[in-house]
Nanobody
Framework: QVQLVESGGGLVQAGGSLRLSCAAS???????MAWFRQAPGKEREFVAA????????NYADSVKGRFTISRDNAKNMVYLQMNSLKPEDTAIYYC???????????????WGQGTQVTVSS
């Protein structure tokens, strides 16, 4: 069983930055890692994913050029650097892990509890 714990959320003004962290209870090496988010009244949506070796990376169009996903397998950590934040980025952000090498869906094997990000205008 993989446990994921997110941190780093908070309240920030539009145009500001936040860095989210995700700590895994097991070695992240070999896992596909991703960030998703869910805004009030909306379905959970994909934000970014990073392959086990950090080479394969994918972003949702809505965050390209503003968000950067990274991982440190030595520390069992995954990060999401969020710059130029907009009010529409307000959501609960979830870290997720999957045993597949790559996967374009939303049905990941393991999920964290989420961290709230609120962007004020």
């Amino acid at each position: 069983q993989v446990q994921l714990v997110e941190s780093g959320g908070g309240l920030v003004q539009a145009g500001g930055s936040l860095r989210l962290s995700c700590a895994a209870s097991v070695r992240t090496f070999g896992y596909l890692m991703a960030w998703f988010r869910q805004a009030p009244g909306k379905e959970r949506e994909f934000v970014a994913a990073i392959g086990w070796n950090g080479v394969n990376i994918n972003y949702a169009d809505s965050v390209k050029g503003r968000f950067t996903i990274s991982r440190d397998n030595a520390k069992n950590m995954v990060y999401l650097q969020m710059n130029s934040l907009k009010p529409e980025d307000t959501a609960i952000y979830y870290c997720a892990a999957d045993r597949r090498v790559w996967y374009d869906g939303n049905d990941y094997d393991y999920w964290g509890q989420g961290t709230q990000v609120t962007v004020s205008s």
